[in-house]
């Protein structure tokens, strides 16, 4: 049974800065690529950052670059995700995503990933 947790959501200032945690089990979690996708109130769910199984691969939303940061320990099967300089924009539910078998290198599509976690809430206020 493969699980995915996420942690380290919660109320932060605009301009703050939070770093979510998705701790896995159940696969081996080196050998696939990892990905956090977010979805707001009343819109669809999207591509935050993805990392290659070994993290020397990432892929960032345009809206998210320069700001986040996606890494993974491999040693921990967790994957993270720094998210700085806040905005009030990125207020969502964050979820953690296991790729695909033989999906190896970070991709924005959600089908390309088939187990997810059951997301965390970050709020950023003004």
């Known amino acids: 049974q493969v699980q995915l947790v996420e942690s380290g959501g919660g109320l932060v200032q605009a301009g703050g800065s939070l770093r979510l945690s998705c701790a896995t089990s159940?696969?081996?979690?080196?050998?696939?690529?990892m990905g956090w996708f977010r979805q707001a109130p009343g819109k669809e769910r999207e591509f935050v950052a993805a990392?290659?199984?070994?993290?020397?691969?990432?892929l960032y939303a345009d809206s998210v670059k320069g700001r986040f940061t996606i890494s993974r320990d491999n040693a921990k099967n967790t994957v993270y995700l720094e998210m700085n300089s806040l905005k009030l924009e990125d207020t969502a539910v964050y979820y953690c995503?296991?790729?695909?078998?033989?999906?190896?290198?970070?991709?924005?599509?959600?089908?390309?990933?088939?187990?997810w976690g059951q997301g965390t809430q970050v709020t950023v206020s003004s």
């Open positions: 995503a296991v790729a695909r078998e033989r999906v190896w290198r970070p991709t924005s599509e959600g089908d390309m990933y088939d187990y």
């Open positions: 159940g696969r081996a979690f080196s050998t696939y690529a």
């Open positions: 990392v290659s199984w070994r993290g020397a691969t990432t």
